[in-house]
């Protein structure tokens, strides 16, 4: 069973915002991906959370008893120009670094498959109290824990090899323009 | 609201399966796409069955009433050889032909959008009755949609147009194959 963080309910015991973390940031990206789905650009969406269904009822059909489960890959993933685009989405409120244990395990063995197959694969991770929105390969994530003994990633490492983000009215976070660069470099 | 069909409960009222139609040939794809993974051949997942969450508990949390919502996009999306995959599954019990109102407009629509990025889109079709498994690819569901005013493909167009795919033991449904002799035609 997850109990996530960041809950808030209403009076009426209705959810307002289960996520995980940085329901800001989720939202941003998902306004912008409806902007790149409508205008045909790239077709890249979030899976929805996956729960664990233990009760339910019938006539008519209704679960009755249900935990959020922990992802096995990434939230986000689709197809921009022919290529496998897969990111997850982080937030902090640390302003001088990256917290590594931010990342899940198992979401850092899914990117380095989906590196290793060819797929595009990042993180976009937003300092909060910075108002700065990043893109780092998954390459460069790597390189930093195979080269240093740390538990978090600086922000000066952020600057020196991840891509700032433009933050607009449309598209709000207009990451794609980043990922044209790194198919240059490809 | 949506009263998936195929629902199984059990005495405890717990769901046994809740998948909307064919839940074996589900079991097969996860069977298939978790050796592809192990042996880091592809990496393409099931997505979680989108939920409306309408109430829940707190300390400990807990959903305590939910829907299931009808998914905006396909089930399975991934990445084979740098390749983005993207197809739904679907069962038959027709032994003649498979009825186009199983799939879905707006499924229709994802397909096209993957289509027209250089994806690799299709559907994995299962006659329960004739135990056949085909590969249709979206432009070949087109092509028939586009040419044909009927409500349903016959087997025939299957036969002359879809990949039947090699069930067996390890892989289990080796549609991997196929995808291959669709790259080589690229």
């Not at 090899?161 to 980043?178: F, S, V």
Request: proline share 4%.
């Amino acid at each position: 069973m997850k109990h996530p963080k960041g809950i808030v309910q209403n009076k009426e015991n209705n959810i307002i915002s289960y996520s995980n973390r940085g329901m800001a940031l989720e939202d941003d990206l998902n306004v912008t991906n409806n902007y790149y789905i409508d205008k045909k650009i790239a077709f890249i969406y979030k899976k929805p959370t996956p729960i664990q269904i233990v009760k339910t009822s019938f006539n008519p059909f209704k679960i009755t008893e249900a935990f959020f489960k922990e992802a096995s890959t990434t939230d986000y993933n689709g197809i921009y120009k022919g290529y496998y685009i897969d990111y997850d989405a982080k937030e902090t409120n640390n302003k001088t670094s990256f917290p590594l244990n931010n990342i899940h395990k198992h979401q850092l063995n899914h990117l380095k498959n989906i590196d290793s197959a060819k797929g595009i694969a990042f993180l976009i991770i937003r300092f909060n109290k910075l108002n700065r929105t990043y893109l780092i390969t998954y390459k460069d994530i790597e390189n930093f824990i195979t080269n240093y003994n740390r538990k978090s990633i600086p922000l000066s490492y952020f600057e020196k090899h991840a891509h700032l983000i433009k933050e607009g009215y449309i598209p709000r976070l207009n990451y794609i323009e980043i990922i044209d660069k790194l198919l240059e470099e490809l």
